[in-house]
């Protein structure tokens, strides 16, 4: 069965420092990987997405994710985080028929 | 643009009573995807449904059932509530089962309160 495992479940971090968010995936076939944000009350908006080709993917507001097939991870990265990143994230692989996997989410917390 | 419409935003019921919420999906997609998530929870798909057909089902409580409509908009109907229904409930469209290949939105979704 498909899973997704986010190794963090929950980040704090101050201004300006580096994010690097971890996310593992189970499966054995062709797969389309996501990252979600979440901000505090409201509903999933979608940072990236990687379904084929140029393994570094970049999101909106400065997201990037790299997919290393080899080890069956999909980190998203974000070189200098900002208090209005505050949110949770959440990894997904897409299944067969369309539904989404998540991972458990992390929350990140940031510092001003 | 459209986007996925779920109504009501917020709900409070009382256990063992019942609810019913809608989706209606982005113009053109026949697929909906239901979704819950629990406080403190990753969302756990619930149920699909594929032009008014069942496609998939997940953890979704025998309690629960869902259907589309020939609108493509669905309805889950939640009997018996409990305490532990209390979550975001939101769903997802998308053409033909392409999933989130083809276009897949979240609504806003709708946040029940079991009291």
């Given at each position: ?11 704090i ?36 997405k ?30 200098s ?8 994230y ?23 | ?10 709900l ?60 493509y ?43």
């Open positions: 069965a498909q899973s997704v495992s986010q190794h963090n479940h929950h980040v971090l101050s201004e300006a420092a580096s994010l690097e968010l971890g996310c593992n995936y189970s499966y054995g076939g062709t797969v389309n990987l996501f990252w979600y944000v979440q901000y505090p009350g409201q509903h999933l908006q979608l940072l990236l990687y379904f084929s080709g140029d393994p570094l993917v970049k999101g909106i507001k400065g997201f990037e994710a790299e997919f290393i097939k080899s080890k069956f991870s999909f980190n998203l990265r974000k070189p985080v900002q208090w209005s990143d505050t949110a949770e959440f990894c997904a692989v897409n299944a067969l028929g369309g539904k989404l996997i998540f991972g458990q989410g992390t929350e990140l917390s940031v510092k001003p | 643009a459209a986007g996925v419409i779920q109504s009501p935003r917020h409070i019921k009382e256990k063992r009573e019942t609810a019913t919420l809608k989706c209606y999906p982005i113009p053109r997609h026949d697929t909906v995807y239901w979704y819950q998530q629990g406080p403190g929870q990753d969302p756990q798909f619930l149920i699909s449904f594929y032009e008014k057909m069942q496609s998939d089902k997940g953890s979704i409580p025998d309690r629960f059932s869902a259907q589309q409509f020939s609108d908009h669905s309805e889950l109907n939640m009997s018996s509530l409990e305490l532990g229904d209390s979550a975001l409930y939101f769903c997802a469209s998308s053409p033909r089962l392409q999933g989130p290949e083809g276009g897949y939105t979240f609504g806003s979704g709708t946040r029940l309160t079991v009291v």
